[in-house]
């Protein structure tokens, strides 16, 4: 299927100062616009003034052979208001338009106000389509009025082959119905801009153009779609989304085709933290495999533990975190091993957040290694920096920037390199990867796309098409148990969850989680980054007098023991947290954690409670020694802990506020 996608219009619109070059004489903008575009809609839908025939003809001759044009019909003509022009009827104004005939992929009209579908609509339409097809036209019936939009008239409309024109203005009111061998689309940028909403309508339209369709002449397929948009930047946008090449123009280097709008977040993660801060202090370990245990046992000597991160040297060898130290050894003999030293990575990580604040509107540090930054303010003063850094230089200095190919960072993509740079240059060469996003959970996953050293952009206009293919577990609170669950009722991507019934995912998941689990496979969910106090988490831990793996024993000292000493922090503190986890050490110091992450955030007691017989049954604790460890001892748990993350204030900050299902409708 061929595409002619083209803005309305190319003369006194409001993105014109930006597309053609300074200085260029008006009479010169359809050429210079028809060697970027292939195609423009004339709208004289609401003119009454009419380009002479000499205009038609020069319009049509100094645009190249294959370019084409659509033009909707004036209203006055439609409607056979005779005082208002000299054309009289739509046969004249067709006849009018001769010099363009050979270049006009078709003629748009809408129907007159004073008749409707069952009064008069009918003749009217085939009494239009047949005028249409005697001059050798085209025609796309764009109506206004959602009593047209019933299968009635679809069925007209397929005997004469006219199309029905789509409009993303009018998607809530009507079923985008395929009526003759071409689309008729028109997207508007506010609506693109508010929505994300130009994925659904090229999906829908390439779902279309694979389908048969009956025609005057038979079953076929659809040749054609014209696409019409209101700016360029859309344009892009769509030739994206249908892997097209993007058109580039003057000022294409100025004002970027995705120019950011709406939330931008940022999660940075940075990789192999706790390896990469040991190379700072000892850089001859970078290039060697090497871990970072877990242990009670000094550096030189270790023997016993687990790994808490290692090297992507080691990695290649097959180590993992939280494996033991005894399988790390047998799977890359050669490791260099050393201790955690939590302080030594807390003043490096103290480091990289300083750096980050710097390109912050909020910082929100997530953990020693990673932070959500919303810079959403901050991106839109750069890229306006970088726009009026050469809108104000003189033609001169514009044409030697130009022709010496200066590099302008003023895009995205540059702004997060920045990030990169200034975390490398400033912490010793630590490398971390990025993940931008209108969403903290869409930037979550997008920085973890590419590692080490990763970028992944994912532009507002695209969110749905990144998130579609991935596995629902990508998404950070989806657990095992939860991934199970909707495998059973037949969900296995974010695209399946997106498209889930709401009220099926409130039956199995409640409320919360459900709404939850729709918003993010949706694009919806905007969770605010918020500055965190200076403790990330909470926690509290004992060793057991005596070692056991009795899980009826173990949450009983859990409930009992732990948990009013860690709620009594929790309450003097005046926080409120989002997840909770509990961590098991071993006999032989390996040390393993399972945490679950509530949907909102909680203040109360009994929220711990109910978590921690769920989180301790995805341990292996009984009937293990032969299938895990060579020593029945080893299985044995020696220590406990409970700790509590995602904290925040409640006396200090503002809880967003919970949308209700009627604010996605």
């Not at 025939?53 to 005779?82: A, G, M």
């Not at 909403?197 to 779609?225: M, P």
């Not at 807390?346 to 020693?368: F, G, N, P, W």
Request: aromatic share 12%; net charge neutral; charged share 25%.
């Amino acid at each position: 299927m061929k595409y002619y996608i083209g803005c309305s219009g190319w003369k006194n619109q409001f993105w014109a100062r930006d597309f053609y070059p300074s200085g260029l004489d008006s009479k010169h903008f359809l050429s210079y616009y028809s060697k970027v575009f292939d195609f423009v809609h004339i709208d004289l839908s609401n003119s009454t003034y009419f380009p002479s025939y000499t205009t038609l003809k020069n319009w049509s001759d100094e645009t190249p052979d294959d370019f084409r044009f659509t033009v909707k019909i004036p209203q006055f003509i439609v409607e056979n208001r005779h005082d208002v022009g000299k054309i009289k009827n739509n046969g004249e104004f067709l006849e009018y338009l001769a010099p363009l005939e050979d270049k006009t992929l078709c003629v748009i009209m809408s129907p007159p106000k004073t008749i409707s579908l069952i009064d008069e609509g009918i003749e009217w339409i085939e009494s239009t389509s047949n005028e249409c097809l005697y001059h050798g036209y085209s025609v796309v019936f764009e109506f206004n009025d959602s009593s047209w939009y019933q299968d009635l008239t679809y069925n007209i409309l397929r005997k004469y082959n006219a199309s029905f024109a789509w409009s993303d203005t009018g998607y809530r009111y009507y079923y985008p119905a395929v009526t003759s061998d071409f689309i008729f689309l028109r997207l508007s940028s506010r609506t693109c801009e508010k929505n994300n909403n130009q994925y659904e309508w090229i999906k829908l339209l390439k779902q279309k153009g694979k389908e048969l369709i009956s025609t005057r002449s038979g079953e076929k397929r659809v040749d054609f779609a014209v696409i019409v948009a209101d700016t360029p930047q859309i344009i892009n946008s769509i030739h994206k989304l249908l892997d097209l090449q993007n058109k580039k123009w003057y000022n294409s280097q100025i004002q970027s085709p995705f120019l950011w709008s709406g939330r931008m977040i940022i999660h940075v993660d940075m990789n192999a933290f706790f390896p990469a801060c040991e190379e700072i202090r000892d850089p001859t370990l970078k290039g060697r495999p090497h871990a970072v245990i877990m242990t009670p046992e000094k550096d030189g000597n270790i023997t016993r533990g687990a790994v808490a991160s290692c090297s992507y040297e080691a990695r290649k060898y097959g180590v993992r975190s939280a494996m033991s130290l005894l399988k790390a050894k047998e799977l890359c003999p050669q490791l260099i091993l050393k201790p955690v030293d939590k302080q030594y990575y807390s003043q490096i990580s103290h480091q990289v957040m300083m750096q980050l604040e710097e390109y912050a509107d909020i910082l929100e540090q997530a953990s020693i290694d990673e932070a959500y930054i919303d810079c959403t303010n901050k991106i839109i003063q750069y890229q306006q920096g970088m726009v009026q850094y050469l809108q104000f230089r003189s033609e001169e200095e514009k044409e030697v920037i130009m022709s010496n190919k200066v590099q302008m960072q003023f895009t995205v993509e540059e702004y997060a390199n920045k990030i990169k740079k200034s975390i490398k240059e400033q912490c010793d060469g630590l490398l971390c990867s990025i993940g931008i996003a209108p969403t903290k959970s869409a930037a979550k996953i997008a920085s973890d796309f590419k590692k080490p050293d990763g970028l992944t952009i994912v532009y507002s206009q695209n969110l749905l098409h990144f998130l579609e293919p991935l596995e629902v577990d990508k998404i950070t609170g989806i657990g095992i148990k939860t991934n199970q669950i909707l495998k059973e009722i037949g969900i296995k991507t974010i695209g399946q969850l997106a498209k889930c019934d709401i009220q099926t995912l409130i039956d199995k998941f409640g409320k919360k989680n459900g709404l939850w689990m729709w918003q993010v496979a949706n694009g919806k969910d905007n969770e605010p980054v918020v500055t965190r106090e200076d403790s990330l988490s909470l926690s509290t831990e004992e060793t057991l007098q005596k070692p056991t793996k009795n899980k009826t024993v173990i949450l009983e000292y859990l409930v009992n023991e732990l948990v009013d000493h860690l709620y009594d922090r929790i309450k003097s503190k005046g926080y409120e947290f989002k997840t909770v986890g509990i961590k098991l050490m071993r006999l032989d110091f390996a040390v393993e954690t399972r945490e679950t992450t509530f949907s909102n955030y909680h203040n109360d007691k009994e929220s711990i409670i109910a978590v921690l017989g769920p989180l301790l049954e995805k341990f292996q604790l009984d009937d293990v020694e032969n299938k895990v460890f060579s020593k029945g001892e080893y299985s044995s748990i020696r220590k406990l802990g409970i700790k509590v993350s995602n904290l925040y204030k409640k006396d200090n900050k503002k809880l967003p506020s919970q949308k209700t299902l009627f604010d996605y409708l």
